[in-house]
Structures are given as structure tokens and as C-alpha cells.
């Protein structure tokens, strides 16, 4: 069975976590993070995500982002709606003043 995009969708599906706030990175960083699954009495589970990211500035705290998903809620589930294509191939970007706020953003 798969679960990648395009193909029929089955009992099994990938899950997106989208977590409450935007974790920052400028450049190779490392993030660090769990991933718990509870099991609860509706024949599935209770995913919490926590993720942590460099601090933004020396000195500041690390920032944290973390989210909490119950896998009976479909709007979680990445069902097969659209059919998927290939991203085109981007340029990358080495000086970091040429980053969009929305780029900047993001965790690839």
C-alpha cells in the first residue's frame, strides 16, 4: 500500500502537523523535537508534537512550537483531492536579506 500523493486514498493516510507558530531558521541549524501518540478510547490516538529551534537572537530563549491532533479529525489527514505534481526547481538563496517574511518562515 501507499499513501503518497496521487495515488488511492486507503485506510492508512500521511498526517500534517501544522504547528502553532513558525519556528525561524537562517542557514543549517538543528531542531529538536518529540512526537507522542496517546491512545484513546475511539479506536485511534491523540498526536503531540513539540518542536525547538535556535533562539532568534543570542541570548533569547529557543523558540518552541508544538500542536495537539486527534487523528479521527480528517482535517488533518492528507486525503487525495488534487492530483499532486512535482515542484519546480527553486533557486537558493545564500544571503538571507533576500528571504521573503513567508520564506523565512517555513521549515523545508
Keep these: 500500500l501507499s499513501t503518497a500523493p496521487g495515488l488511492p486514498t486507503t485506510h492508512w493516510f500521511q498526517l500534517r502537523c501544522v504547528l502553532k507558530a513558525p519556528i525561524q531558521t537562517f542557514g543549517p ?9 496517546v491512545a484513546h478510547n475511539h479506536q ?6 513539540e518542536l525547538s529551534g535556535p533562539p532568534l537572537q543570542p541570548g533569547l530563549p529557543p523558540q518552541v512550537a508544538e ?7 480528517p482535517y488533518y489527514r492528507q ?18 536579506s533576500q528571504l521573503t517574511m513567508a520564506a523565512a518562515t517555513h521549515i523545508y
Excluded: H, I, N
Excluded at 541549524?29 to 501518540?37: P, V
Excluded at 485511534?44 to 508534537?49: E, N, Q, R
Excluded at 487525495?80 to 544571503?95: E, I, M, R
Design 79 to 96: 486525503l487525495t483531492g488534487a492530483t499532486w505534481q512535482p515542484q519546480q526547481q527553486q533557486s537558493v538563496v545564500t544571503d538571507p
Design 44 to 49: 485511534s490516538y491523540t498526536v503531540f508534537v
Design 29 to 37: 541549524c538543528s531542531l529538536t523535537g518529540t512526537l507522542r501518540l
Design 67 to 73: 500542536g495537539k491532533y486527534d487523528l479521527k479529525e
